[in-house]
């Protein structure tokens, strides 16, 4: 059986920092990408971060370059999102998700290339 626990989201002011965590189960971590995406009210989801743990690429959308920095650790089977300099357009549900299709998920992060998903995490930055 596949599992996310997703931790680590929470209210915070402009400028200040989360850490979320992402532990899975049930499939081969190091086989998948692992992301986070995230979803306000209103729009789109959106294709944050990725990584692979097997190698340690990793992917950043535009909007969190510099800001947001994405970990693995493979011993734990977990994923890291630490963001910094948060801002109130960085308010939303934060969702984990995995992908077998690696290539794919890491070239465009699209949700369609992500099979397993988490239950989300609040983030909430006030200004």
């Known amino acids: 059986e596949v599992q996310f626990v997703e931790s680590g989201g929470g209210l915070v002011q402009a400028g200040g920092s989360l850490r979320l965590s992402c532990a899975v189960s049930?499939?081969?971590?190091?086989?998948?990408?692992i992301g986070w995406f995230r979803q306000a009210p209103g729009k789109e989801r959106e294709g944050v971060s990725c990584?692979?743990?097997?190698?340690?690429?990793?992917y950043y959308a535009d909007s969190v370059k510099g800001r947001f920095t994405i970990a693995s650790d493979n011993a734990k089977n977990t994923v890291y999102l630490q963001m910094n300099n948060l801002r109130p357009e960085d308010t939303a549900v934060y969702y984990c998700a995995a992908s077998s299709t690696t290539a794919q998920a890491m070239g465009r992060m699209r949700s369609r290339w992500f099979e397993y998903w988490g239950q989300g995490t609040q983030v909430t930055v006030s200004s």
């Open positions: 049930g499939f081969t971590f190091v086989q998948y990408a």
């Open positions: 990584i692979t743990p097997a190698d340690g690429d990793t």
